[in-house]
């Protein structure tokens, strides 16, 4: 089993920051893929970036790059989300994700091919 605890949202202007984290638990995590998604109200959740625990390498999607940064912290288990320029339009629930291996870019972003989840923390960005 895998525990997923994520902590750092809150209550941010527009153009302001945030640092997620996302702490881990259970397994040893040399070769997972951990992923950060985000559900706003009324629709699906959506990937927001992925990092390859092994080597680090991340991945974004477009809307954010340039943003946000994702990183992970091998001696902690842990990964975070540095949020910087926030919009309202990023207002959303933001989940981390485990995969059991290294997912190839082109999985990345489907929701089932991660096999843990964190219970989810609040970002809202006001205007």
């Known amino acids: 089993q895998v525990q997923l605890v994520e902590s750092g949202g809150g209550l941010v202007q527009a153009g302001g920051s945030l640092r997620l984290s996302c702490a881990a638990s259970g397994r040893t995590f040399s070769r997972f893929t951990m992923g950060w998604f985000r559900q706003a109200p009324g629709k699906e959740r959506e990937f927001v970036a992925a990092?390859?625990?092994?080597?680090?390498?991340?991945y974004y999607t477009d809307s954010v790059k340039g943003r946000f940064t994702i990183s992970r912290d091998n001696a902690k288990n842990t990964m975070y989300l540095q949020m910087n320029s926030l919009q309202p339009e990023d207002t959303a629930v933001y989940y981390c994700?485990?995969?059991?291996?290294?997912?190839?870019?082109?999985?990345?972003?489907?929701?089932?091919?991660?096999?843990?989840w964190g219970q989810g923390t609040q970002v809202s960005v006001s205007s």
């Open positions: 990092v390859w625990w092994s080597s680090g390498s991340a």
């Open positions: 994700a485990a995969g059991l291996r290294e997912l190839a870019a082109i999985m990345l972003r489907s929701l089932s091919m991660y096999d843990y």
